[in-house]
C-alpha cells in the first residue's frame, strides 16, 4: 500500500496580502495553496490585493495599465475574508 503524499500545512492568512511578487506585502507561502477572496460576502477572481484590517480590495481598473505595463488598481471598501479553497478531489 502507498500512502497519500501529506498536504503542506497552510500558513496563516496575514492581514494585508499582494499577488505581486516585488510588493513588500508578498508572502509566496500563501500562494502555494489556492486562496479565495470575498468582498461584502460575493467571491471574487480579480484581487491583486487585500487588507482585512482597513477593509478593503485593489482590482484592475479594466484594461488600463501603467508605463511599466502593469494593470492600473481602484480600490473597493467593504467586508473583506480571505479563505483557503478546498483541494479538488
Not at 500562494?31 to 484581487?47: C, Q
Not at 490585493?49 to 480600490?75: H, M, N, Q, T
Amino acid at each position: 500500500m502507498t500512502e497519500a503524499p501529506a498536504a503542506a500545512p497552510q500558513p496563516p492568512l496575514p492581514d494585508r496580502l499582494s499577488v505581486d511578487p516585488a510588493s513588500p506585502h508578498h508572502v509566496a507561502a500563501v500562494f502555494a495553496h489556492d486562496i479565495g477572496i470575498r468582498l461584502n460576502g460575493k467571491e471574487r477572481h480579480d484581487v491583486e490585493e487585500y487588507c482585512f484590517s482597513e477593509g478593503w480590495v485593489k482590482v484592475p481598473a479594466g484594461r488600463a495599465v501603467d508605463r511599466r505595463g502593469r494593470p492600473l488598481l481602484i480600490k473597493l471598501k467593504g467586508s473583506v475574508e480571505a479563505f483557503y479553497r478546498a483541494p479538488a478531489a
